[in-house]
C-alpha cells in the first residue's frame, strides 16, 4: 500500500489491547477502505463521457473487463 506510515500507525493501533471499542472501530473501518481504494485503483478502466439530467457534461470513467470477486473468510488464531 503507498501510506506505509499510516498503514502501519492504524496496526498498531488495532493490535493494542488498550484501544477502546470506538477507536477499533474507526480504524478497522479506515483500513478497509483503503484496502477497497487500492482495489478499486486496479481495475482496468478508461474514459467514459455522459450527459447529466441537467444537460451538463461528465468526464468519468468506465471499467473495460468485467469484475469478479471471490470472498475469502479470515481465519484468526
Not at 484501544?19 to 474514459?47: M, N, Q, W
Not at 455522459?50 to 469478479?68: A, C, I, M, Y
Request: charged letters at 25%; glycine letters at 4%.
Amino acid at each position: 500500500m503507498y501510506i506505509e506510515a499510516d498503514k502501519q500507525g492504524i496496526m498498531t493501533i488495532l493490535r493494542d489491547q488498550r484501544t477502546t471499542r470506538g477507536d477499533f472501530i474507526f480504524y478497522a473501518d479506515r483500513l478497509s477502505t483503503l484496502i477497497v481504494e487500492k482495489a478499486l485503483e486496479l481495475i482496468p478502466h478508461c474514459p467514459k463521457n455522459v450527459q447529466t439530467p441537467l444537460k451538463l457534461d461528465f468526464e468519468g470513467v468506465t471499467q473495460t473487463n468485467d469484475v469478479r470477486c471471490i470472498s475469502s473468510p479470515v481465519v484468526w488464531r
